[in-house]
Nanobody, 128 residues
């Protein structure tokens, strides 16, 4: 089983920045596409950003495009989410997730159900 541990959340003022990190226990981290999702109580988990197995393909939700950047360091088994120009609406628990590569795809997905492993989440709170 793959374990994912997020860190870097906290309280920040609107307009500020945070950098989230997610460290995976996987021996072959490049076997997984990675995604970041966020969730508030009573709402469905929302796709934020995804990155393919190598880092060569990345995608973002419209709500964060231009403000957030996803990256990965396969040598360190870590995926990052750099969050700039934060808004109060970004307040949520942020989760990283891993999606196994298949014979024909190492791409990320924007659907939570496509991911195989999840971290415990880290709280991000943006004050106005």
């Amino acid at each position: 089983q793959v374990q994912l541990v997020e860190s870097g959340g906290g309280l920040v003022q609107a307009g500020g920045s945070l950098r989230l990190a997610c460290v995976a226990s996987a021996r072959t981290f490049s076997n997984y596409a990675m995604g970041w999702f966020r969730q508030t109580p009573g709402k469905e988990r929302e796709f934020i950003a995804g990155i393919n197995w190598s880092g060569g393909s990345r995608g973002y939700s419209d709500s964060v495009k231009g403000r957030f950047t996803i990256s990965r360091d396969n040598a360190e088994n870590t995926v990052y989410l750099q969050m700039n120009s934060l808004k109060p609406g970004d307040t949520a628990v942020y989760y990283c997730a891993a999606k196994r590569r298949t014979y024909d795809s190492g791409a990320y997905s924007d659907l939570a159900e496509d991911y195989d492993y999840w971290g415990q989440g880290t709280q991000v709170t943006v004050s106005s």
